[in-house]
């Protein structure tokens, strides 16, 4: 055990060191820097020149690379250099929001994906079953915003959810706050339920036909007392695979959700400071996030390890 | 429908002032006020207001940061100007009187008693010195560029000196350039310490900004208690904020989502012409397009009152970069009228008889729609154009900055920017010695009138040379719920002064 997290922990520094050099790259590659967002279309050559030397940006990449570096190792991740406030409590002031979204819509699609998949795998060659595997497939092919109209359209009014926005005052009005988070978790579990229930679905196939599960039936369990007791603990190794990876891409992909709905999150900022070439607070802030996910990423793993022995046997 | 249309909405706010006079231009004029104590509307003290608008600014230091959202929420609101203008550019005092010499080469401003920054400051000529300094320095830098010294003979007087007459000078003092800081002010990034009826409370950044009202005003305090700028991304979500009656008006909406607005008694959509010209740019140092007869045939080849339908009708058609509201307008549209065959026939004098290809970059914040609709246009006459959409800061690098470019488009919302066609170096590139020297004329000229006749002349041959397609002029489309009243209507996209806003109790 030990051996298996020394080692999955180094895999987790060199991904960030990766990370961070990739990011710091791409975004170097970008056309157009902050100093012609700061001059826009009152722009001079001289002008640029003394906002680019104001701002530090005339240096070599390797030095402000490793300026940006020496921050990070000391916990500092930067801060705008449009407003000067900090990645950190920018992050945080976002995560507010985009954080019990993202966990929200995944408790919920677990909640329908889990029951309706293992339903769905039971029942494969009935007419219920295949017709839950075909919606699984639909709610994985429609566009994400389109859920998004659609659910507004039938449920803002009905149920009288906002449609859109976010209390100023956060959660401190936490009714409303609460509830102008439901409809965008919705849209975010339809997709993300769509492809677990699926996973769910496939994998909990696989085990039906696993010769344990034979010798189980023989024993005189049901077939569901069999998957119940043997099967599902089976089933769910790669279906956790699945949910971590899905946790990773839901933060980079929560733009579109948060665009249509007005919240000012995490993803909403980032299109932002993208755009107005705010590099120093993206990087920093793509770095955490990045933090983030490879955590996550780990923590999936020792859970896979300490659910499959198989695993814990071939790291001794 | 109810769509009140109110395209120059008087600048004579506060109903107090209005002594004005004294011509916009007029040398040796006395600006002064006469401050009388008519009371403001009466509405609901304790209102607070929602705003929703489209372009949130990036900063708020208004001396360094370019861009119209920073004024929208600024001007007038946080900071006030020197002098004030009406939309047809008349001058009338702001936080001071200002009197122009006979040679006018020196402007002496009188700073009025009894003004304080938000800050408890009380506001003095050497405030005003410094804060034009800053801007001399800053993104006001060209438009300053005449002025030779700015001194502070005493605390109430401040004497400007020209190098030489600029004719614009009294405008430009009346908008950004003529805002005017607390003396020493940092963190302008964050905090914004001006005179203005509104005090900045909290800003969330990427979502919304609110100024609450500042009891302590120096003139009679705003009616309503706050007003929040609150900024949308996306315009369905907008246009559903409004429906919601989370925002209480939302500007420059989606002209595609304004319908659901028209018949509803619930609320009142205004529009206008505003400055904003829709300006399809030619990089006319390009060798095909230095040709005219071919800038002239991309002219006649666009149906500019197709482009007015698809916007539903709210924007304005024009046939130079002159808004219909400035006193040198003429109605040039008919100039160079659509006729597809004029445009084939001018392309094959021109020698591109078998079509002709040229690049279109442009920023990816205007309708697609428009884009596509210059694309097939051009294709009709055989000009085969790849259309690039690019965000705005890969803009200004390629296009602005580089020149690398055959056609782009733009919306150029600065007011008065006409000398940009006198600018040679210009991203478009267009060098017209006539033109420089009309328009170089008209800004030095003594004689007012013929300030605007020379501007005139200047717009009529910019027109005939086309080195630009000026493919519709924006109207500020605001749609309000009913009971609002008071709120900007003219260029509200440019600037939104709040101080006026009632709502009924």
Redesign the interface.
Known sequence: MAWFLVRRLGLLVLALFVASVIVFALLRL????LA??????????E??AT?RAELGLDRPLLAQYFDWMGGVLTGDFGRSA????TVTS?LG??LAVTAPLVISSTIVALAFAVPLGVYAAMRRNKADGVGLSAIGQLGIAVPQFLVA?IL?ALL?GSWGL?????P?QGWDEFGRATRSLVLPTLTLAAAQGAILLRFVRSSTLDVLNQDYMRTARAKGLTRVEALFAHGLRNASIPVVSVVGVQLASLFAGIVVIE????L?GVG??L??D?????FDKVQGTVLLISVVVLVIGFLVDVAQFLIDPRLRDGAR | MRRNCTPHRSAARRSLLVATTAAFFGAGALLTTTASATSVPAGDPDAEVVAGFVIEPTNLNIITQAGAALDQLLLGNIYETLVKSTPDGEISPGLADLEISEDRLTYTLTVHDGVTFHDGDPLTASDVVWTLEQQREGNEAARLSRIETVEAPDDATVVITLSEPDNDLAFHLSQRAGAVLNEGATDLENTADGTGPFVLDEWNQGSSITLVRNDDYWGEPASIAAITFQYFTDPNAAANALLDGDIDLHVRIDTDLVEQFEDNPDYVITDGPTNGEFTLGMNNADEVLSDQRVRQAITQAIDKQGLIDLYRGYATLIGAPVPPFEAWYEDLSELYPFDPDAARALLEEAGYADGLELSFVAPNIYPTYALDYVVSQLADVGITVSLETVEFATWIEQVYVNHDYDLTVVLHVEPRDIDNYANPEYYWLYDSAEVQDLLGQARTTQDPDEFVELRRQAAALIAEEAPAVWLLLYNDVTVARAGLSGYPTFDANARFDAYDITVES
Do not use: Y
């Open positions: 970008v056309p157009g820097d012609v967002v700061i001059a826009g279309t009152e722009v001079t050559p002008r640029l906002i449009l407003t000067g406030s920018q002031e976002k109209m507004i803002a906002p449609s859109q926005g976010f100023r665009s249509v709905f007005n000012p909403q900022m299109l932002r993208i755009g107005n070439r705010d």
